[in-house]
């Protein structure tokens, strides 16, 4: 290690001499800059926020697309029994909205027990208009950075336990789904992005509980989306899945392939095979 | 022609063997062990051919590959609880605590070659064992092959399906992953629930609080020793009543009750069951190699404050876990006690009391029938409605149990409602399975009533006749003798009718209301059977049969009477007739 | 067959249609086409050969096959393994299979039946010996040698259940205990981190434990020792949620068991005892994912569905001096299933 810094620092002081030396530092010095500023500034989302062309457009977008639900100012709107038709969307945050929207959920194409994942309806300039709009109206968690859900580091097997310990009890041990009471289901996570997993874990969308960075820390989402991204780039060991649902598939292909190969197997075994009506002379014996 | 020694349909008499090596063998051990004498009926043993024969084979195989499996896994497995980190070759547990029994599973999967091939064969061949039992049992209900003199074997099967369920809980725990935990978890809810003795049942199963550190090594003796042996040893008494007593046959022509009529085990039911080993061992090879069972490595180390959703048993204890899941929540506080009814009933006191119904199944018909004479003849399912009706009304309540259990995955994959789905069951586990009885019997009941009219009036020809008004009738021919003769070859049952006159004086009250019982249950029991014809009724309907044809004959210009374009005879160089 | 004609009593009547029994055998085309016969001769010694090939397939994958090759995205090694097996043990099934359907004999034979029961005279001389044998022993003459022996007998039974006491300690009152007693911190399960109120947001969900299951500091043990925890979560375990404190309804038994609007309940189903999570943040309706039961968390953790008959034991909590939330004392009621004494 050593030896190999020696090279570089006498390879620098050898180049040092050259005519270039003096610009290069000095872009590479304004780069540096540029990108420490680049890194830190999006903490105070300020920077790169939303500005005012965005939230209106995102105004307009809603008003057509939004509002017959969610009211012309996304205040709600309240059924005369006092039941949410469309909840009120006031602090509700940007990262609400790029989930909802950016998996399709919303618009919702039927009223139900829940909304679904669909292909989206926005493209994403679209979204982010929405997104600055709706977090003018009230403060909220913004939309995720990159940087935020960029798992590569991600510890996998922790990532595991805090899967195991928070999200396999509605998401099933392979992140394939579950049933919620009345209709309602935890959705699969197989194919959900790292952006979207991130943001339904700080939002806490429809029936599913808040999981705050204050207590299951950015470095634990990570760790979380890491392990389901690896589960779902990895080879099945043991086959086809099946559908990763536990025993009630596992018994129903045992029956269907099992018992029905096997009693098909049963059946020729037994079946009588072809004959013929004329014996030939003096041959059978 | 002594009564032993098998004969032979074929036109020549079966030959014996000229002296060859293996006969040098045989004599050799024959000096030594006398086996001549037991073997020499036994090679030549007769097998009658059905495909339904066949599924008792399915878990005889099943057994003998998870016995062949099961040692494979055993030279890994470590069934113990101590505390490890896992430091294997699979990454997504890497540096997790976990037991050395979590461990040595990950490491078979993982780490031994072939080591999960053969942990996937093992499962699904217990899931098959299990299932292969219970669709031989339901063939041999259906026809009627546990009546005198195999009640005993069907009491052994009985014990044997119970045993395998046991085996298989046993073995899906082992591997104290989170789904064996978790089941282990219910067993000791179930465990506790005992009434006065639950909270010490559970200390001594688990040696202390739940999930403690003895449950894994105990549950493995039972797994490997305790419960196989006993499996073993009953399989070979199945086997040898089996041989006893020969196996059933369907009637037929030629086959009688005091007859079987088949292949003789040397050599061709030795190729056939033989080969149906192979073959049963190579689907499981191949279910092992390209399906997934129990991937216990997504499960995780057994953790009691993790679960994940589709937490289910083993498809065998679906029923239970279905009961458990319908259950309204009933639980009694009287005296400083609590009766959890929620758990015990459903839990403890159902599955006693549906394995004593089956246990005791032939002894109740045959109270009911009065029928204690020997069978070797089957039954068809249609000749017995009551009891094929009661048979699919038990399959039905069985499914609807089973789908209980996997209300959750209904759920999700049919997109219905979780609770929705539990009140109907709640609901149609008394209410459907009634239904089905009488639908299943009525069903049965036209079916006789159809095997009569063929033996009456002949079978559907399909030739449409032309008469001199104008008016279009459907010709029906007899059936062949052969066809005829297994259409009949069942017993007409005799209803009991109950004791009277003296015997009924001379018995005690409820002795006497007892059999009243006995009597309206054997009314109810033939209800509604269709007879076989008599010879009378038989000979009248063919001499009505006769007429008609001759009446029709001269109206057909020609002498075809039709039956040789039903495609059942040969029509070239058959003599047109009108006899049949 | 002669003996056909000899069933049916006189009493029953006359069976409507004569056995016409055995029908006549009928040669297979390999019985009676030499060209046939080789076919069939040849196809049962491929089916074999085939077999072969598979298992020596088996050898070279189980070595030429690394661990971590994929093919259409499962490993490969499993699938090529199983695969050749599973074909080596068909061929050969299915070769035997036809080498019985095509070129064994196929002349059916019959075999008679004898009554299961024994002879009247072997029964009689069975009989006769066991009385004998009783006889002999004079065990009905000798009613106390009789007794004696049926006592002792019955006594052997208990040594075999008394040897079986130590399989277990008894409950005593363990079960009406957990390892949360007064100012313990409630930290979140897998990293231990304690919480402080305002960490939670309205709708959270923290899967949590008692502090005594993770080291104080770095490098500590836990204050339970490690073989212990897993006993001690199967009835510590815990969930804290936030709600809107006018969402909670009215707390009889659990007045300022709270800390705005965060409540803390047992984990473990007090049916059967799963650990339960699914909480709905909307309805703050908690469902098990085992059973099904169903608690409402704003209600007392009262069941509202499912086989569950008794609420979820909750856990009073309050604030410590620095903050971080902890219980105020051990839960006042056993937690998980029900059990006889309990009460």
Known sequence: MRLLTRKISARLSARRRSRLAAPAVLILGLLATGGVWAAVAPAGADATGPNDDQIQAGRALFAVSCASCHGLNGEGITTKKGNNYGPSLVGVGGASVDFQVGTGRMPMAQAGAQAVRKTPVFDDDQIAELAAYVGSLGAGPAIPEASDYDYSNGNVARGGQFFRTNCTACHNFAGSGGALPKGKFAPSLIGVSAKHMYEAMVIGPQQMPVFSNGVLTPDAKKDVIAYLKLQEDAPSPGGFALGSVGPVAEGMFAWLVGIGSLVGFGIWITAGSARVKKTKKGADA | MADSVATTNGTEPAVTAKANPAAAVATWADERLGIATATKKQLRKVFPDHWSFM????????????????????????????????????????????????????????????????????????????????????????????????????????????????????????????????????????????????????????????????????????????????????????????????????????????????????????????????????????????MTINPVWRFGPYNPAEVTAGSQPDWYMGIAEGLLRIMPGWETHIFGVTLSWNIFLPGQIAPIALLMVVLAYPFIEQWITGDKREHHLLQRPRNVPTRTAFLAAMITLYGLLWAAGGNDILATTFHLDLNTITYFMRGAIFVIPPLVFILAKRWCISLQRHDKEMLLHGYESGIIMRDAEGGYTERHLPLSPERAYTLTAHERPEVYAGLSGADANGLSAPKARLDQLRARLSKAWYSGDVQKPTVAELEEAHHHAELEHAHDAPLEGHAADGHQFDGRHEVAGEELTQKH | MSDDHNHGTELVPAEPIENPGLPEHLPRPTDVDPVAEKRAERQVATLFGLSGVSAVLFCVSYFAIGKRDVFIGIEALQLALGTTLGLALLFIGVGAIQWSRKLMSDHEIVEYRHPAASSEEDRAEALAALDQGIEDSGIGRRPLVRNSLLGAMGLLGLPAIVALRDLGPLPGDSLEHTVWRTGMRVVQDVDGRPIRPEDMQVGQLVNAEPAAFFPSEEGEEPEVPEHEILAEKAKAAVILVRMQPDDIKDQERAQNWGVDGILCYSKICTHVGCPISLWEQQTHHLLCPCHQSTFDLADNGKVIFGPAARHLPQLAITVDSEGYLVAQDDFNEPVGPSYWERG
């Open chain 2, 55 to 290: 599924l008792g084979e399915i878990a005889l195989w099943s057994f003998v590959i998870l016995l062949l499996t099961g040692v494979f896994l055993s030279l890994w497995f470590n069934p113990s609880m101590g505390e490890v980190i896992y430091d294997g070759s699979y990454e997504q547990l890497k540096g997790i605590h976990m037991s050395e029994a979590y461990r040595s599973t990950l490491e078979i999967s993982f780490d031994v070659r072939a080591g999960l091939l053969m942990r996937q064969m093992h499962h699904w061949a217990a899931m098959l064992f299990i299932a292969a039992m219970l669709v031989h049992m339901m063939r041999v209900f259906l026809t009627g092959a546990f009546r005198k003199p195999r009640e005993l074997n069907w009491i052994i099967g009985g014990v044997l399906l119970l045993l395998g369920i046991l085996e298989g809980f046993a073995g899906y725990s082992l591997p104290d992953d989170l789904l064996s935990g978790t089941g282990l978890r219910i067993a000791d809810g179930l465990v506790k629930a005992t009434p006065v003795l639950g909270s010490y049942m559970s200390f001594f199963m688990f040696g202390g609080e739940f999930p403690g550190d003895q449950i894994i090594p105990r549950l493995y003796t039972a797994h490997i020793l305790l419960i196989p042996g006993l499996i073993l040893a009953l399989i070979a008494a199945h086997m040898l009543l089996l041989v006893y007593h020969k196996h059933t046959q369907w009637p037929g022509p030629g086959r009688t009750e005091n007859n079987v009529v088949g292949y003789p085990m040397m050599p061709v039911y030795a190729a056939k069951a033989g080969g149906f080993f192979f073959i049963t061992f190579g689907v499981t090879a191949l279910m092992g190699g390209l």
